[in-house]
């Protein structure tokens, strides 16, 4: 069997750590190599005490996301990558692009690199990244006490990007009452035959 390399892109966000979540639970299998990819984007001019807190700060973030692997699979082969970039996406695109990766897993939000690197790219971000691109996005609280069964609408402007986006929503089960069987004595009276036995007469 073959390695899969997958990236996860690791950002202070909740949706990057549900992305993180499904991927071990659906998509990475055994054997393969899990890449936590944190890109802090450095503003010029930058003192090297600032870069180095940005590059400290980006560290203890993949090291959190490592603990979230930890917790769910012990034996997940895990490399993190911590390094200075744009906002843009281009440094991710030429990460995941020299690591090899089959497939990069990314929490979708307002703010995501997604939206700028499909514009950037004219919307060829697959090609571009010669990998699968999953884009996760974070699910909605249910209304309380909802009883119907919904699914949640796509991200506006969403649908027309090169990437797959994959919602994590719950299915609100309606309380649907156990039917009542009706006990019937006897279903088919003719059915039931009714067998006469003779008594034995006692031997004198």
Request: contains cysteine.
């Amino acid at each position: 069997m073959d390695v899969r390399k997958i990236v996860v892109v690791v950002e202070d966000e909740e949706v990057s750590r549900t992305a993180l979540q499904w991927s071990l639970r659906n998509l990475l299998r055994y054997g393969d190599l899990l890449t936590l990819l944190h890109v802090f984007s450095a503003t010029k001019p930058m003192s090297k005490m600032k870069a180095r807190m940005l590059r400290l700060q980006g560290y203890q973030l993949a090291l959190s996301f490592k603990e979230i692997c930890n917790s769910n699979f012990f034996n997940t082969n895990i490399e993190m990558i911590v390094t200075e970039g744009d906002q843009e996406g281009r440094k991710i695109v030429a990460m995941v692009r020299e690591i090899g990766a089959s497939a990069l897993v990314v929490g979708l939000h307002h703010q995501s690199f997604l939206y700028k690197l499909a514009l950037a790219l004219d919307d060829n971000i697959a090609n571009s990244l010669s990998c699968r691109v999953l884009a996760i996005k974070q699910p909605e609280l249910p209304p309380p006490r909802s009883k119907t069964r919904e699914m949640l609408p796509p991200l506006d402007g969403s649908t027309t990007l090169d990437f797959s986006q994959i919602e994590i929503s719950g299915l609100q089960v309606p309380d649907i009452p156990t039917p009542k069987i009706p006990y019937r004595i006897c279903p088919n009276p003719s059915a039931i035959i009714w067998r006469s036995r003779r008594s034995r007469k006692k031997r004198s």
